[in-house]
């Protein structure tokens, strides 16, 4: 197999933790005998620096013709004073929106090694295996009108919850699928109480699962969602979500698995899927040698999985990870007793030489 791959490493600790992953696939090219064409562009803050905006029109054009996109993260400190249009975060917004990826898979799993590391208590949080599929393209970070105006008063700022039957099928199309593959529950939260958007997505969803008959379909409100995530998280399978209440409840799903440095994630819909990790730029490790590249690196597995269709190949990273983190090697952000701590590359060695 022969693929191309846009390889966008972005701000803080990305420059870090994009050379790990790709390390670690190309070993994979090597033991199986395919062969991974990288290109690289700017994005983000980085992107700014250099070229004026987030995300210039090379960058996107090479994201286009690739088979996939390896993004390390965006944003930073550096750029929170420019106007919102200019900020590194609407790259990755007009990524999704331009290469059509409307799906957002986040999997929080607990690896047995880490069940120490998570601040909730071992029988709650031992076995833990969601997946948290997030409307990506639609809702609030969308809708119109918005913005700012001014007022006699001051000012107010304006934005617009918006969904239509064809954006609230296609999610759900993908979480009945994504469960079909696991112990098939569908867990739709929304607020239906309140939101009128909410009212139609739970009507829509609901409609969906008359094709899935072999998937049990149950509802949630988000802030009953939030709290039976911390309470007992392993009632869940598959949770689907609009834009923003899956933006917050994977993240916390995320740490419940002990670090968010772990956890890798992919956005698809279309032709050209794009992975990366879910914990950001982290300015405050970044050049330190401290940043948590697993996250990465579980990316690029994803990547082989869901685009690639490889799926030995992308076991065979998930079990060089299992192995390494039990034979006790640690980034500081997982750190704990008994542990051996060792930084980004070193984390990315160790792995290579399990794999």
Avoid: C
Avoid at 129 to 145: A, C, N, Q, S
Avoid at 283 to 309: E, Q, R
Avoid at 326 to 347: A, H, S, V, Y
């Amino acid at each position: 197999m022969k693929k191309h791959i846009a390889v966008l490493a972005g701000d803080g600790i990305g420059p870090e933790i994009v050379p790990q992953a790709l390390n670690v696939l190309q070993t994979i090219g090597q033991r199986f005998g395919h062969e991974f064409d990288l290109a690289y562009g700017d994005v983000g803050g980085q992107a700014i620096d250099s070229r004026g905006v987030p995300l210039p029109p090379d960058t996107l054009a090479l994201a286009k013709k690739s088979d996939a996109v390896l993004l390390g993260a965006v944003g930073g400190p550096k750029w929170e004073g420019l106007e919102y249009e200019r900020r590194p975060e609407r790259a990755l917004l007009g990524l999704r929106e331009q290469l059509g990826l409307f799906a957002n898979l986040r999997p929080a799993k607990m690896y047995s090694a880490l069940v120490d590391a998570s601040t909730l208590k071992k029988e709650v949080v031992d076995g833990i295996d969601v997946l948290v599929v997030r409307e990506l393209t639609g809702g609030i970070y969308f809708g119109k009108p918005k913005g700012i105006e001014q007022t006699q008063t001051g000012h107010k700022g304006i934005n617009t919850e918006v969904y239509t039957t064809e954006e609230i099928q296609r999610i759900a199309e993908v979480a009945f699928k994504a469960a079909r593959k696991r112990n098939r529950v569908v867990t739709s939260v929304d607020k239906a109480n309140v939101l009128e958007s909410s009212e139609l997505w739970r009507r829509i969803v609901t409609d969906e699962h008359k094709k899935y008959p072999d998937v049990e379909l149950r509802h949630m409100y988000v802030d009953n969602a939030a709290m039976q995530l911390i309470r007992n998280p392993k009632q869940f399978d598959v949770l689907v979500t609009t834009n923003l209440f899956g933006d917050i409840l994977s993240d916390e799903a995320a740490m419940l698995t002990g670090s968010i440095g772990m956890l890798p994630s992919a956005s698809v819909g279309s032709k050209v899927g794009m992975y990366e990790p879910i914990h950001g730029s982290a300015p405050d490790i970044a050049g330190k040698n401290m940043a948590n590249p697993i996250g990465m690196i579980a990316s690029v597995a994803m990547m082989l999985s869901y685009s690639f269709d490889l799926t030995k190949e992308a076991e065979s990273i998930e079990q060089a990870i299992q192995k390494t983190l039990d034979q006790g090697f640690r980034t500081k952000d997982i750190e704990g007793p008994g542990t051996t701590l060792i930084g980004t590359k070193e984390m990315g060695e160790k792995i290579l030489e399990n794999l």
